[in-house]
């Protein structure tokens, strides 16, 4: 049923190498060397998609990454499926699976292809002015527009490739390996710099590479033959490496560039087994030379959409490089030369060709005069009108354009085509210049934007700098690399050129139609279905910014961001606005310039490498036995350690009593510990925390709390004095990084005339907590030799003590409001002494607890945690913790903060404690806390920051922070839920012992 | 991503540090002394310049040195470094 369009054989394509692939269910077959696209086209297949909005039927329009339409679904599993892949780029491999994205139930017949006959009520701004309204209704069009538009699936289960980033320094970076991009290399290479060059094709060369025509020659050669010894002399340097399948996605400030490299997509799904399938590129590249060539302009008219059209380029390196024809009665419609290469490019390989219509009246080249030689048949001074065929484009017509190419005038001429190729010029590919910050400026004579000011040390040369014929990239780019490369000479000096192109265009943005405008469909944004007769729209409706129009008609806010019709967008609204193109600018290109797969983003960041994480040295002990973890900030620490069965609420009563009554073990090794030391440490810390510190005795504790400058608590944690001029100070666990960044700031830039020393020592040492009425019993069996008699080692005070020949430290201080004692020693013993203290333990059922209990039990005691109880709102003031603020020191960090008329407000939140009506009903952290829920609109108070039940207490306990709350106490408030209010009285946030008598019991 | 000059180390990825606002503010000698205006205009009011703005860095993971950076915020353009307690360069 399918023809064979293959015509010739071609170098590229391996013809002993067959591949079968399947599209859309379908088994073809191509050889080695095709993209999925070249091979669909030998079989005759042009009908590759749908349209997003109007779901018109479109074929493939060009041979490269800015293919609007043939954008599919690749791999049919539903771990490697991926979309919105183009055919265009992607090489086929034995297996390939790939089917039509945008169409539903299938590309030959598409329910919305409904749409194309309700266009006339789908105008541009369509989707914002229909759906917006009424809001509620967006749940049900939403359901609508996804099942019937959507650009793919994604897939549903895990990635099974790898994928990897690789940094890469070099002197020089060339993108693009045309044949600019070959010159720069080897001038490059040949200078000595370290040099790579990447291409996103599989070959290097380019266009030219396959440009195989006696009307371009180098020195008396044909271009591709002259080029590849070029390619063959570059390979030789050692100082040059070369990438291809390698795509620069993004090029940043500082000539930092990302670029995806791929490495295993053109390979059968066996031949990929244990292979990286992309790179990810981080390229810091001294010099950037940009040659990414540019892209052929497609043409504005009625209908240039259909299967079958095109662009002229794409014609000529299906026919040139894959051996290809794309029909079997060829049309080409033209403003430029362009066409007739492509003419005689098929001419030479037995392609029949109808006519040429060409727009421009009066041309004279020798590339003409070729083509009329041999009898093709060119309508000077015409354009095409309308184009025929819904799956597939079977006739064109054509009129005569009127001398200011406005109007058509005279009567039609059908010519009947199944491929119409069109050309309507070149547009340099800026994009990357752009992302860089590069500023363009726009060429009046031919209607480009080219590279104008450049932000970093870089050049564009070739096409993508507005250079597009074979005599203006040979006079121009050795001078440039001489200059930017600041070299002597080059190897392209002198050369003989023969061209037998003729610059000359005529330039018509939107081509004039014998229909009004209300009655075309000429695309400007193929992807996007976006026309020249909605940009009028947006025109008429006034909006004048280039962006406004852009996100109004979502023209170049597809996948391929435009890149073959944004020209033409800014063309037509300068011509229907009458402003000029240069003062108009252009919408922003941004990065990636081709799509990027997430996994080439992610690399190995992936399952347990996504994010770092910290363990303590006893994490071993807790998950052998069987602890549940939290992450705190990146540390992993226990959360609790369930027994028999039980579940959290019950395994954190057990811990919570256990602790109280006899003994409890912690792991607290995560606390930040910073050591500090210098004849200035007292001072120092004087500074920093909020009470006094010149008193502190060596071999004593104190809590500490820190502030921001705006009188915020910031941390809190115990320091203890080691010597004279030696403190440790400890922080919150979530805390360590920071605090120590903001105390190595002030003391570099406020305070440099103190002399104090700071080093973080967290994972230097191992923390081991014992506590409850047991404790001493424990450590006094763990350490015999020291003197844990009360009026030796009170409660805040430390001792140095050695277990067997290992030094430690041992701090008697409490979070839990227990009788308690941490010891800390070298990380590597840490697990060993846990073990010890877990042995002299066992009498007395010593119960080791997690992060859970500890939060419970701290709550009893009305202590706070930083970042659970404050969220950088609270004042010491504000959580009633005044004891701590000194009155009598000068300044700390914060101090002045403490009295603006701000924080000296009665009706500030504070923190106060919660106790409900019914003792047996726990809140929810982070409920709402009101008075009157009859007052509309309901007033927030406050919201509860940590709530438990305590089996202590034998009670519900809860800390809030309410607005006033200091001074109601006892008062009744409400804490309003989904289905019901609670009812609680403020109290004191000490639940237990005020009286502190159970840390010395 | 730009590269930063560390006055300490030499030049830089700029990932390896963090910005620290604007440069040059001192903390006031005496804090008690000063209105609540006097001490907000301290606390709060920074410049928010598009061109040369002064600034401070860190080398996190590198010296974790503090230092001074003149950059354009136009274009991230880095004119100069210099270190703490230094004057700018005047050029
Ligand atoms: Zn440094």
Redesign the interface.
């Known amino acids: 049923m399918t023809k064979n369009l293959r015509v010739k054989t071609s170098k590229f394509i391996d013809e002993t190498y067959k591949i079968s692939f399947k599209f859309n269910g379908t088994t073809y077959y191509g050889y080695k060397g095709d993209t999925l696209a070249s091979a669909l086209l030998a079989n005759d297949i042009h009908l590759v998609g749908r349209s997003f909005k109007y779901h018109r039927p479109r074929g493939i329009m060009t041979a490269g990454s800015e293919e609007p339409n043939a954008i599919i679904q690749l791999h049919s599993n539903s771990s490697r499926t991926e979309p919105n892949v183009r055919a265009t780029e992607i090489e086929i491999y034995e297996g390939l699976e790939a089917s039509s994205q945008n169409c539903w139930p299938s590309v030959n017949f598409d329910l919305g292809g409904v749409n194309n006959f309700l266009s006339p009520l789908l105008p541009a701004g369509f989707y914002y002015k229909t759906f917006m309204w009424p809001a509620s209704f967006w749940e049900k069009y939403e359901y609508f527009i996804r099942k019937s538009a959507g650009l793919g699936k994604s897939p549903t289960e895990p990635d099974p490739d790898i994928y990897e980033h690789r940094y890469i320094h070099c002197d020089v970076l060339v993108v693009g390996a045309g044949i600019s991009g070959i010159m720069a290399a080897k001038t490059a290479a040949k200078n000595g710099f370290k040099t790579l060059l990447v291409d996103e094709k599989s070959y290097l060369g380019g266009s030219t590479i396959y440009q195989d025509s006696e009307q371009f020659k180098i020195n008396n050669q044909i271009l591709n033959s002259w080029l590849e010894k070029e390619i063959n002399e570059i390979k030789k340097f050692e100082n040059l490496e070369v990438k291809t399948r390698t795509s620069v996605a993004a090029f940043?400030?500082?000539n930092?560039l990302l670029a995806r490299e791929n490495l295993t997509d053109h390979l059968s799904i066996d031949q990929r087994t244990n292979k990286t399938r992309q790179r990810l590129l981080k390229i810091?590249a001294k010099k950037v030379i940009t040659a990414t060539g540019a892209l052929e302009r497609p043409l504005i008219f009625d209908n240039n959409d259909r299967p079958g059209i095109l662009l002229s380029s794409a014609i000529e390196k299906y026919a040139n490089l894959f051996g290809v024809a794309c029909g079997e009665k060829n049309v080409l419609f033209t403003n430029n030369d362009s066409a007739y290469e492509t003419a005689i490019s098929l001419y030479q390989k037995g392609i029949n060709i109808e006519a040429i219509i060409d727009n421009r009246e009066e041309i004279d080249s020798k590339l003409i005069k070729e083509a009329e030689k041999n009898n093709i048949k060119i309508y000077k001074g015409f354009t095409v009108v309308n184009t025929f065929g819904y799956k597939r484009i079977n006739k064109i017509s054509i009129m005569q354009l009127s001398k200011d190419g406005q109007k058509v005038v005279g009567s039609k001429i059908s010519i009947a085509c199944d491929c119409l190729g069109i050309s309507g010029g070149w547009t340099p590919a800026v994009h990357l210049f752009t992302q860089s910050?590069g500023k363009l400026k726009f060429r009046d004579e031919d209607q480009v934007f080219i590279p104008n000011i450049y932000?970093s040390d870089q050049i564009s040369i070739g096409s993508c700098n507005g250079d597009f014929t074979l005599d203006e990239i040979i006079s121009s780019v050795p001078n440039k690399l001489k200059e930017f490369l600041n070299v002597k000479k080059t190897d392209y000096e002198n050369l003989e050129i023969y061209s037998a192109f003729n610059k000359s265009k005529r330039n018509i943005w939107l081509l004039p139609s014998d229909k009004v405008i209300g009655k075309t469909k000429s695309f400007v944004d193929y992807q996007n279905d976006a026309t020249a007769k909605d940009i009028k729209l947006a025109l008429r409706e006034g909006f004048r910014s280039i962006e406004h129009v852009k996100r109004y008609t979502t023209t170049g806010m597809g996948t391929d961001q435009g890149k073959l019709g944004n020209m033409h967008a800014l063309g037509i609204i300068s011509e229907t606005a009458g402003s000029k193109m240069g003062e108009l600018g252009t919408t922003t290109f941004r990065p990636p310039y081709t799509p990027l797969t997430f996994g080439t983003i992610v690399g190995r960041n992936v399952g347990e490498y996504f994010d770092i994480f910290r363990k303590t040295p006893i994490h071993d002990w807790h998950v052998k036995n069987k602890a549940e973890f939290e992450n705190v900030g990146q540390w992993k620490r226990a959360w609790y350690y369930p027994k028999d069965g039980e579940n959290m609420h019950e395994a954190v009563q057990r811990e919570s009593k256990a602790a109280r009554d006899s003994a409890g073990i912690l792991d607290a090794s995560t606390l930040g510990k910073i050591d500090i030391q210098g004849t200035d440490a007292s001072e120092f810390l004087n500074r920093v925390y909020t009470n006094s510190w010149s008193k502190l005795a060596i071999g004593k504790c104190r809590y500490g709390l820190m502030l921001n400058?705006?009188g915020m608590v910031y941390d809190d944690g115990v320091t203890t004095r080691l010597g004279e001029n030696h403190y440790i100070m400890t922080t919150t666990t979530g805390g360590a990084a920071n605090v120590l960044?903001k105390l190595?700031?002030y003391l570099?830039?406020?305070w440099?005339e103190l002399d104090v020393y700071l080093t973080s020592v967290t994972d230097h040492y191992a923390t081991v907590s014992v506590c409850g009425p047991n404790s001493k019993k424990i450590v006094s069996q763990v350490i015999p030799e020291l003197d844990f008699s009360d009026e030796s080692f009170p409660h805040m005070s430390f001792k140095n003590a050695k277990i067997d020949k290992i030094k430690c430290r041992v701090m008697r201080i409490s979070f839990t409001g227990e009788h308690s004692y941490e010891i800390n020693v070298q990380a590597n013993y840490g697990k060993s002494v846990w073990e010890k203290c877990m042995e002299a333990g066992k009498e007395f059922n010593i119960t080791p607890y997690g992060t859970e209990t500890m939060h419970l039990l701290r709550a009893e005691k009305g202590f706070i945690i930083v970042g659970q109880d404050t969220d950088a709102t609270m004042t010491p003031i504000d959580l009633q913790m005044d004891w701590i603020v000194s009155k009598k020191k000068?300044?700390f960090i914060g101090?002045?903060?403490l009295y603006?008329?701000d924080t000296i407000r009665d009706d500030r939140k504070q923190l106060v404690g919660l106790l409900t009506e019914n003792p047996e009903e726990v809140l929810e952290e982070g409920a709402q806390i009101i008075a009157d829920i009859k007052k509309s609109p309901v007033e927030m108070l406050g919201h509860v920051t940590s709530s438990y039940y305590s089996p202590n207490l034998k009670k519900s306990i809860a800390l809030g922070v309410v607005k006033g709350g200091k001074n109601m106490m006892g008062q009744k408030l409400i804490i309003p839920m989904e289905n019901k209010q609670i009812n609680v009285t403020v109290a004191d946030p000490v639940f237990l012992d005020k009286e502190n008598k159970r840390l010395n019991a | 991503m730009f590269v930063i000059n560390c006055p300490y180390c030499g030049e830089r990825e700029q990932s390896e540090f963090k910005a620290g606002g604007e440069a040059h503010i001192v903390r006031p000698k005496q804090p008690t002394e000063l209105s609540d205006d006097q001490w907000a205009e301290y606390l709060f009011m920074r410049k928010n310049i598009k061109g040369i703005q002064f600034e401070r860095w860190v080398h996190t993971h590198g010296c974790r040195k503090w230092f001074n950076v003149i950059r354009d915020t136009s274009n991230d353009v880095i004119k100069a470094v210099y270190k703490m307690g230094e004057k700018p360069p005047t050029k």
């Open positions: 940043h400030g500082y930092f810091r910050g932000p400058e705006d960044g190595e700031d570099q830039t406020e440099p000068y300044d101090k002045r903060s603006r008329s």
